[in-house]
């Protein structure tokens, strides 16, 4: 069954909670956070992407970066824009985006569960992601970034937590730049903060990553029982039936070779392949959308082309077997450097601005991964391809940070 626990969080007080929530730091690279930062000494993005505060020849890996990250989380407690609450407590988030609504809890999860499995993975890693996690995490002594993690709804679950949004006043209330809406409420009762732990003690027998893998995994790296805390790390949980998962696209660098015509004569031997007007935005499973060349293609995988176990079947498995190793030679898209990847959230329009501009070749478009799709892989014990979910809208670093030593 599922340990989580109350916490005492670090957060803004309720004057400057807009001026310091940020977008999480894997969303942004530096110069965005720079402009996005421009102006806001409060801005939480000082302490997740403290690079923007140095010369710009200083490496988003140095140890002065993270050592400026401290130095920042401290001067934001000085002069008194961060506060700690003085007992443990949970906290409901609601986030508001294009009218639909998303509630979570934010607890601590237990770094024991995520050791035996009872949280539940779906992705590798990146070593070089996950060592800048762990060296931040030491260095600032401080858990800056939620896991996004999912459980089977349980009904005595929700109908406490939406019963105290409906009795209690949200501690923040604001609407961000982009639209979105956050809404977080203290759980200060004690029998309230009791109830909740027993029900994931009783009810939740495990839970599961949606996203960040890279934090929880680092979280797991950092325990230490010299280092107070560390046996826990900041999640936020919610329901399944909360949750949208929305497309993670891919940008290829080149063709592997190939001339345009002989790969779209290529992609006929396993896709029914035919031209479009308009940008392509898959419809159904195992369809695809393809930016080349200043046109738009869509693709449709014959019947027999892919495996129907829970990974095989999935869109990103089907395109990583029979187009990006098949074709165009990526065997590991964890470390290969001719592609990348895009959030759904950035639409159509990003991808054909990758190819447009000569710095990409290609690009294809996805039909999102489900909820059920993504607990079943994880129940099996496998893994996706890489960067195979994006969901939105994303938590706000800063309201809620959890101090570890």
């Not at 005492?8 to 909670?17: C, E, I, T």
């Not at 010299?226 to 329901?239: I, N, R």
């Not at 019947?303 to 079947?313: E, I, K, L, N």
Request: proline share 5%; glycine share 6%; charged share 30%.
């Amino acid at each position: 069954m599922s340990l989580i626990a109350p916490f005492r969080a670090l957060r803004p007080v309720p004057a400057l909670a807009s001026q310091v929530a940020s977008r999480p730091y894997d969303v942004l690279n530096s110069e965005e956070a720079r402009q996005e930062a421009a102006g806001n000494p409060n801005s939480f993005l000082h302490v997740t992407k403290s690079e923007i505060d140095l010369p710009g020849d200083v490496h988003v890996y140095s140890k002065l970066v993270y050592e400026k990250a401290a130095e920042n989380l401290k001067q934001l407690e000085k002069d008194g824009v961060l506060v700690r609450d003085d007992k443990p407590h949970y906290y409901i988030y609601r986030l508001i985006m294009d009218g639909r609504s998303q509630t979570g809890l934010v607890c601590v999860s237990s770094v024991d569960d995520y050791n035996k499995d009872l949280i539940k993975k779906h992705e590798f890693t990146r070593p070089e992601k996950e060592q800048d996690r762990i060296d931040h995490m030491k260095t600032i002594k401080a858990q800056t970034g939620n896991v996004f993690l999912a459980y089977n709804n349980v009904a005595e679950l929700d109908k406490l937590i939406n019963d105290w949004k409906a009795a209690k006043e949200p501690v923040y209330d604001f609407v961000a730049d982009d639209g979105i809406s956050h809404t977080i409420w203290v759980v200060d009762d004690q029998e309230t903060v009791e109830k909740i732990t027993n029900l994931f003690g009783t009810k939740v027998p495990v839970t599961y990553i949606a996203d960040g893998h890279h934090r929880a995994a680092s979280a797991s790296k950092v325990f230490s029982k010299d280092l107070e805390g560390s046996d826990f790390f900041l999640t936020t949980v919610f329901p399944a039936s909360e949750l949208k998962i929305l497309d993670y696209n891919r940008v290829v660098r080149d063709l592997n070779g190939l001339t345009a015509e002989t790969f779209l004569e290529s992609l006929k031997k396993d896709f029914d392949v035919s031209s479009s007007i308009e940008p392509v935005k898959p419809a159904e499973l195992h369809e695809f959308g393809l930016y080349l060349e200043g046109k738009w293609y869509r693709l449709k995988a014959r019947p027999g082309t892919f495996a129907t176990d829970p990974v095989g079947v999935l869109d990103v498995s089907i395109l990583s077997a029979n187009v990006l190793d098949k074709l165009l030679g990526i065997k590991d898209q964890r470390t290969d450097k001719r592609i990348d990847f895009v959030g759904g959230i950035r639409g159509l329009g990003e991808l054909e601005k990758r190819v447009n501009s000569g710095e990409m070749k290609l690009a294809f478009s996805f039909y999102p991964v489900s909820i059920e799709q993504l607990f079943a892989i994880a129940d099996s014990g496998n893994v996706m391809p890489p960067k195979s979910t994006w969901f939105e809208p994303k938590l706000r670093d800063g309201l809620l940070t959890n101090l570890i030593g």
